[in-house]
């Protein structure tokens, strides 16, 4: 059975509240859950009460092999939880990175903006392109 640590939504809407459980792999969002681990509200201001973790808990379920998702990762590193996931993630990433820079491409939504935009300001010439003219003389 592959367990994973995994958020479940709560709350009404426009008003997100998560727990964080740990579930077998092959349930829902809000399925049937095998232990919860603590809560995770994004939208209170007090930040010892924005993320409640019972600690010794995870740990003991990182151990037996449970695998966090892409954002109870990123709040376990918040919380200064160092686990093999994340470090095996940051590999990964900066190998893909290394190959997109080796081809060429742009890696990040910001590169691709940035050479979107001068591709857009070279291609937007207010005066018309002979081409475009001779269709129009056609017409006539």
Known sequence: MSVKIRMSRQGRRHRPFFRINVIDSRTPRNGSI?????????????????????????????????????????????????HKYAAEKKTRRALARKRARAAGLPFLKSERKTEEKPAKGAGSTPSASPQQAAPEAEKK
């Open 34 to 82: 095998i232990e919860k681990l603590g809560h995770y509200d994004p939208l209170e201001k007090a930040t010892d009460k924005q993320l409640v973790l019972d600690l010794e808990r995870v740990k003991f379920w990182l151990d037996k092999g449970a695998v966090p998702s892409d954002s109870v990762s990123e709040i376990l590193l918040r919380k200064g939880i160092k």
